[in-house]
């Protein structure tokens, strides 16, 4: 999220090489962004002898001799990493308003260009060889490119760790048997029109457990994928895909950021805040909020709404 205040950065400083401080996951999500991100400081908080490795990176970072930092971290542990350095210094501040983190990042671009930088999306590229391995690995499920590839996200990180919080799991996990109803309505939808619509299920080989619950309750309207990890074909794979479904996640933002459209189940949390960063035509948020049970958390919403959801973004 917080590739469009970087995105403005390279635009304000058109001539500037950028570093960029992050841990090994970060470094894997923007390690192709843009050729003048030429270098990564990683960094890991807590961990083994934190203080070393804080006294190490901050080291580093007087090293470089940085005209300017920006730091999009709320943690004040950073200023401690920061401290030494004669760079200036620009910290995000919180807002008492209800502002996306992404146009938290974006605003502080904003105020130390002392202009408005305007809006920029999230962004993520995907190579031309991920496209190509991806096309031929959905090649062999009979996925052509003139079929309407529909793709469910149906669970989160961690979600079937025994120490997951019941209230992650009353937000984040609509019940099988919603997705395998809402996977059955898509598929006579697209015999009803004529249209030839795909629903699979992209999951990492610890998530499959959910996605077997989906397929026994359904009546043979999906299947799931599970290729070896790989972030670049996972990127390829959410860019190729017509809709997305999914709650809260981070496929939900992977795939913001590389143009797919959404449809996202939201419960307990504001997706003013951390939903969908994009145009709205891009997305449709459905809220646990808005039913008359929101009590239920995710379950509240109703596989209706969901549907017809869907349809308006295929269409």
């Known amino acids: 999220?917080?590739?469009?205040?970087?995105?403005?950065?390279?635009?304000?400083?058109?001539?500037?090489?950028?570093?960029?401080?992050?841990?090994?996951?970060?470094?894997?999500?923007?390690?192709?962004?843009?050729?003048?991100?030429?270098?990564?400081?990683?960094?890991?908080?807590?961990?083994?002898?934190?203080?070393?490795?804080r006294k190490s990176i901050a080291q580093k970072i007087v090293d470089a001799r940085f005209d300017h930092i920006y730091c999009f971290?709320?943690?004040?542990?950073?200023?401690?990493?920061?401290?030494?350095?004669?760079?200036?210094?620009?910290?995000?501040?919180?807002?008492?308003?209800?502002?996306?983190?992404?146009?938290?990042?974006?605003?502080?671009?904003?105020d130390v260009h002392g202009q408005d930088v305007g809006f920029h999306p999230l962004y993520l590229p995907v190579t031309e060889e991920a496209i190509k391995n991806n096309t031929a690995y959905l090649s062999h499920f009979g996925i052509h490119d003139k079929i309407l590839l529909v793709a469910i996200h149906p669970t989160f990180s961690g979600a079937g760790r025994w120490f997951r919080s019941q209230k992650h799991v009353r937000h984040k996990l609509w019940p099988p048997s919603a997705y395998a109803a809402l996977s059955d309505r898509l598929a006579a939808y697209g015999k009803s029109c004529q249209k030839e619509i795909k629903i699979v299920m992209n999951l990492m080989p610890e998530e499959c457990w959910y996605g077997e619950k989906i397929i026994q309750a359904s009546h043979g309207s999906l299947e799931i994928l599970s290729p070896p990890p790989n972030f670049q074909h996972y990127k390829a794979f959410l860019k190729r895909i017509n809709l997305l479904i999914t709650p809260d996640t981070g496929p939900m933002h992977i795939a913001t950021a590389l143009g797919t459209k959404l449809v996202v189940l939201f419960s307990g949390k504001d997706p003013a805040d951390c939903g969908p960063f994009a145009p709205p035509e891009q997305f449709k948020v459905l809220r646990a909020e808005e039913t008359e049970t929101p009590e239920k958390g995710i379950s509240a919403i109703g596989i209706e709404a969901v549907f017809n959801a869907c349809v308006q973004m295929l269409n």
């Open 1 to 53: 999220m917080t590739t469009p205040a970087i995105s403005a950065l390279m635009g304000v400083y058109p001539n500037a090489e950028f570093t960029l401080l992050t841990s090994a996951d970060g470094k894997r999500t923007l390690g192709n962004f843009n050729k003048r991100l030429a270098e990564y400081i990683l960094y890991k908080r807590g961990g083994f002898l934190p203080f070393l490795s």
């Open 73 to 110: 971290e709320f943690h004040p542990e950073y200023e401690r990493l920061f401290s030494a350095s004669k760079a200036k210094i620009h910290r995000i501040q919180k807002s008492q308003d209800q502002k996306h983190y992404a146009q938290l990042c974006l605003d502080l671009v904003s």
